[in-house]
Each structure stands twice: as C-alpha cells, then as structure tokens.
C-alpha cells in the first residue's frame, strides 16, 4: 500500500510567517511522529500522536510550534512567527501501535528567509 | 554526553569490502534499536532493527547488539558503490514511543 506522505514538499517563506506542514500516515498506523532534521544531523523528535492525542509533545521546542491529528489519520503541524532558525526537514513517521519499526515520509524541506 | 553516538565519516571501504559501522547509546533500558539508511535529499530507510542481544542476519547486513557495553554495530558485507549513504542508529528507550537518533556516519564505497 501507500507509504506516508507529505504536503508540500517543499515551503519558502518569509520570517514572521505562518506555515502549515501535512503529513498523511500509513493505513491503519495509530501511531504518528513528527521530526525535524537539520544538516549534519540525525532526526530531531518533535512529538507522537497515539491516535488523535498528542501522547509525547516534549521535543516541541517552543509554543511557536503546535500539531493536531484531529480525526486520527491525517496530522498538520502548525509553526507560528517562523524564525530563521526553524529552516530543516520536517520528517513524519507513523507506526502500526507505536512500539514497531517507523516508516518515514519523503520529508517537507522549510527554508525560511 | 549525547544519547547516541556515531562517528560522522566519512567512513571510506573499497567496493567488495565489508563495511562496520558503530553506535553506542547511554540509556541502559533501551530496548529496541535500528539502522536507517538515508541517501542525500532523502528520507531515512529501515536498514535493520534488533531487540536482543547477538546478531541479526539479513542479507548482506549484519546487525549486532550487546546491551552490556551498550553498543550497536552494522556489517556490510561486498560493499558497493549503491551503499554510500549516511546511515543513522536510532533506539527505543525505556516506555517512550520516540525514536533517539545519532548524528549518522556517512559512508562512502570507492570502486
């Protein structure tokens, strides 16, 4: 089936701005995460959906940053007054329950100018 | 001290050689481990994952854990040129459902 998908693929914006990044799980996948990689670095944990709450939301780095999962599949993670510093690849993962094997989506590039 | 280390390379093999890659972690109760393999501009692929204690055979991988150093290792076995990526160790600790990666080690296959 499908693997997990991400919209868009890539987002220019400006400093001060609002963006949204989605991300749609594997079929069935109760379980879904929310990364963010810079370069030279391994993925980041931003925070876990177990169905439509937020179980984990501790890497969240700051009350700029908010995702929902409001119908338990699709989750759109919201940034707020972007900053400079928010540039990296957002990555989404989802898993079947939560303890297995992640699977990865292509990845939203964020370049904030 | 970070929570899971892996030299960052480049890790340089000829083609045909094995390749070992390594990654220790520092949370004793971490449970679950894996090898992701992410190729540049993309996003990272399960290589292998391992829960106890020895070695994991799949193909030309080899993954090999020993919880009592705290050490995790990836073989590659007749490395080739299509195996130069960066590869990422990622562990399950404890009851957390989230994933700690290192840095990665990029490893580079010369023919």
């Known amino acids: 089936g499908a693997g997990v998908s991400q919209t868009p693929s890539n987002k220019v914006t400006e400093k001060g701005k609002y963006v949204e990044l989605r991300c749609d799980p594997i079929?069935?996948?109760?379980?879904l995460y929310w990364y963010r990689q810079s370069l030279g670095q391994g993925p980041e944990f931003l925070i876990y959906?177990?169905?439509?709450?937020?179980?984990?939301d501790s890497g969240l780095p700051n009350d700029r940053f908010f995702a929902v999962r409001p119908e338990g599949s699709v989750s759109t993670l919201k940034i707020q007054r972007t900053e400079r510093g928010d540039s990296a690849v957002y990555l989404c993962?989802?898993?079947?329950?939560?303890?297995?094997?992640?699977?990865f989506g292509p990845g939203t590039r964020l370049l904030v100018l | 001290q970070k929570e899971v280390e892996q030299n960052s390379g480049p890790l340089s093999v000829p083609e045909g050689a094995i390749a070992s890659l390594n990654c220790t972690y520092s949370?004793?109760?971490?449970?679950?481990f894996f090898w992701y393999r992410q190729y540049s501009g993309k996003s990272p692929e399960l290589i292998m994952s391992?829960?106890?204690?020895g070695d994991k055979e799949d193909g030309r991988f080899t993954a090999q854990l020993n919880k009592a150093s705290q050490y995790v290792s990836l073989l590659i076995r007749d490395s080739q040129p299509s195996d130069s990526a960066t590869y990422l160790c990622?562990?399950?600790?404890?009851?957390?459902?989230?994933?700690?990666f290192g840095t990665g080690t990029r490893l580079q296959v010369t023919l």
């Open positions: 993962a989802s898993s079947l329950t939560g303890q297995e094997t992640q699977y």
């Open positions: 079929s069935g996948h109760t379980a």
């Open positions: 959906f177990q169905g439509t709450g937020a179980a984990d």
């Open positions: 949370d004793r109760v971490s449970q679950s």
């Open positions: 391992i829960y106890s204690n």
């Open positions: 990622a562990v399950h600790t404890g009851t957390a459902s989230k994933l700690t």
